[in-house]
């Protein structure tokens, strides 16, 4: 019967921790994706309580403000809600992954018998980050195109206030 030396099978438990690694890295930067988000939600709720106490500022439309918080929300709780979807998938990823680790070395302690156990394990944890990846490309798309926008927003009102016309700049379009 065919024994696998233990250093191949360490060096198969360890093949998997690679690629927990990189979804740990995808946590932390989720995490801050996340942390900007908060921070932008309440930088928005500090204007519109600002908005509801101000005179209107002439040449800018409130209604013209009140729409881009709006958006900019809206945009927000698509993105928070994306960004709750990718950690929880990366979370899941990362136990697969450990799991597979584990699995080779009970695979390779009953002698093999088992291998279907961390190839399935392996193949799940990893659909898993690459499914994750594909929601945080999305999101990324999201948090650009809102900040065109906005952006557009504000080159409006800069060219409101501008003594002579503004140069027209080419923006890319990053719609998802």
Not at 4 to 14: C, D, K, Q, R, Y
Not at 70 to 88: E, F, G, H, P
Not at 98 to 118: C, E, H, N, Q
């Amino acid at each position: 019967m065919f024994e696998a030396p233990a250093s191949e099978v360490l060096g198969a438990m360890i093949t998997p921790a690679f690629l927990i690694s990189a979804s740990g890295t995808l946590v932390l930067s989720t995490g801050n994706r996340l942390g900007r988000i908060v921070d932008r939600v309440r930088a928005l709720t500090d204007v519109a309580e600002q908005m509801a106490a101000e005179q209107p500022t002439p040449g800018v439309s409130m209604d013209e403000k009140r729409n881009l918080i709006t958006t900019q929300l809206t945009q927000l709780a698509i993105r928070i809600q994306l960004l709750a979807r990718v950690i929880s998938m990366l979370y899941l990823a990362i136990g697969l992954l450990v799991a597979t680790s584990l699995a080779i070395g009970f695979d390779s302690f009953f002698r093999w018998k088992f291998s279907v156990i961390p190839i399935c394990s392996g193949l799940a944890g990893g659909c898993m980050l690459f499914y994750s990846s594909m929601l945080l490309v999305r999101e990324a798309r999201l948090a650009v195109t809102s900040t065109l926008h906005e952006m557009s927003y504000v080159r409006s009102i800069v060219a409101r206030h501008a003594p002579r016309p503004l140069r027209e700049e080419r923006v890319i379009d990053a719609r998802p």
